[in-house]
């Protein structure tokens, strides 16, 4: 009887094993994040995908800061931070945001002010990897092109008039990683610009909302909405192919929850998040789910990140100089140099 249970014992361990050699195991997400510290939030830290090795990565003195962009294969980082002025008894008031450049390699150096008070009332802002800047201001499209950075006052122009082809507000806008290219969001849908043709062509009429690509540019993630039950709504995740009309495939979504997407990781394999809930659902279980999460960017269970951290990161990009880069050029060189090159 005892030679009965030691053979199945060992079939067993051998099936146990066979399952772990066969089934395919997703790897943990690499890298680091750079993000908004979620309660001293006019300061910038980077940590590991657990938040183990946070530490404050810039020492500047912004207000609150709604929003950062990590330039891809560069060492821009471009703030949205709210500008504030004081009128009596040192009482902050808000009036509107300004944009700002700051530069890892020197991370001491004063952030640079792109927009200095000349435009308050933007709505969305990111960095390609070229280092051009655009931003929305309603019903358009801004653009700080690259050799204006290091200028006292940068040039602002004009890239594309939402007016002039609908009278539909933008919201969200996201460089392509090959910089020619800008997917932004109206409440129509889904769009994708071409910066140098000015051609625009519709990826899906479904809501969206934080579009961010993959690294090949070939698909965008985003979040939507799957169907509207009063104030509970259904969010999701989607992933979608950039070209005219397609098919949005649904990687991750639950009931009464809101998703926004913050970034795909630079080696293709994940979609960072954060996950919120309407206050008429707030009970332990829904306290345990909330955060920050990556997801495989092929479906699959969320993942949390950052967990020290004391509450909800509101803004994080994928800090991805850590993977390989082309040669650098003029685009990541200090203000002083670009100055001397011109």
Request: glycine share 6%; net charge negative.
């Amino acid at each position: 009887m005892n030679r009965i249970f030691q053979i199945y014992g060992r079939l067993c361990l051998f099936c146990i094993g066979l399952f772990f050699v066969l089934t395919p195991v997703c790897a943990a997400p690499t890298g680091e994040f750079i993000f908004v510290h979620p309660v001293s939030r006019s300061e910038i830290w980077i940590s590991n995908a657990e938040g183990t090795t946070a530490r404050k990565l810039f020492r500047q003195a912004f207000s609150d800061i709604d929003k950062i962009e990590v330039q891809e294969n560069g060492n821009y980082v471009l703030v949205v931070a709210g500008k504030a002025i004081f009128e009596g008894n040192n009482i902050q008031v808000f009036s509107g945001f300004e944009l700002f450049l700051l530069d890892q390699q020197h991370p001491g150096r004063k952030a640079k002010n792109l927009t200095l008070g000349r435009i308050t009332d933007f709505v969305d802002a990111d960095i390609s990897k070229n280092g051009d800047v655009a931003f929305i201001r309603r019903p358009g499209i801004r653009l700080i092109r690259n050799e204006e950075l290091a200028k006292p006052e940068p040039k602002i122009e004009l890239l594309f008039d939402a007016m002039m082809e609908w009278n539909s507000n933008l919201f969200d806008i996201e460089w392509s990683p090959d910089g020619k290219h800008i997917a932004f969001t109206t409440h129509d849908g889904l769009y994708l610009l071409d910066v140098g043709t000015k051609d625009v062509f519709r990826i899906t009429e479904k809501d969206a909302y934080n579009p961010v690509f993959s690294p090949n540019g070939k698909q965008i993630a985003y979040s939507t909405v799957l169907a509207r039950n009063g104030k509970l709504w259904t969010t999701a995740i989607a992933v979608i192919s950039v070209q005219p009309d397609a098919k949005p495939e649904i990687v991750h979504t639950k009931k009464d929850y809101v998703y926004d997407v913050d970034s795909w990781s630079p080696d293709g394999k994940f979609i960072a998040y954060r996950s919120y809930t309407h206050k008429e659902l707030v009970n332990i279980e829904i306290f345990r789910t909330l955060g920050n999460f990556v997801i495989p960017a092929t479906g699959g269970e969320p993942e949390p990140i950052l967990i020290t951290m004391k509450d909800t990161v509101l803004s994080l990009d994928w800090d991805n100089k850590t993977y390989p880069v082309e040669p650098a050029d003029s685009l990541v060189t200090t203000w002083g140099k670009l100055k001397a090159q011109k």
